[in-house]
């Protein structure tokens, strides 16, 4: 089972772009390291306060692809530095 999310976050306290990608690489490098994904910035580069990740896990059952997904969506929702807008999950 293939889980695909995409999630949209404004990051308020961004006041360049340089602001910005330091919150996206902590972020996407700790969710790499802690969790089972694999995780990109898929839009909004050249924007300085909003960004959208996509992370994709692998897994033997729908189940456990949504229990870990869950997980990461806690974990990145419970950063301060930003808040979420949007999420799109997909199953492959």
Not at 2 to 26: G, N, Q, W
């Given at each position: 089972?293939i889980?695909y999310?995409?999630?949209?976050?404004f990051?308020?306290?961004?006041?360049?772009?340089?602001?910005?990608r330091a919150?996206?690489?902590?972020?996407?490098?700790r969710?790499?390291?802690?969790f089972?994904v694999?995780?990109?910035?898929?839009?909004?580069q050249?924007v300085?306060?909003?960004?959208?990740?996509a992370f994709?896990i692998?897994?033997?059952?729908?189940?456990?692809?949504d229990k870990?997904?869950?997980?990461?969506?806690?974990?990145l929702e419970?950063?301060?530095?930003?808040?979420?807008l949007?999420?799109?999950?997909e199953?492959l």
């Amino acid at each position: 089972m293939i889980l695909y999310m995409e999630c949209e976050f404004f990051i308020p306290t961004a006041h360049s772009l340089k602001d910005k990608r330091a919150v996206v690489k902590s972020m996407l490098t700790r969710s790499r390291q802690k969790f089972n994904v694999s995780a990109a910035e898929i839009d909004h580069q050249n924007v300085w306060q909003r960004t959208r990740i996509a992370f994709v896990i692998v897994s033997s059952s729908k189940e456990m692809a949504d229990k870990e997904m869950a997980q990461v969506l806690y974990y990145l929702e419970s950063n301060p530095a930003w808040e979420c807008l949007e999420i799109e999950k997909e199953y492959l």
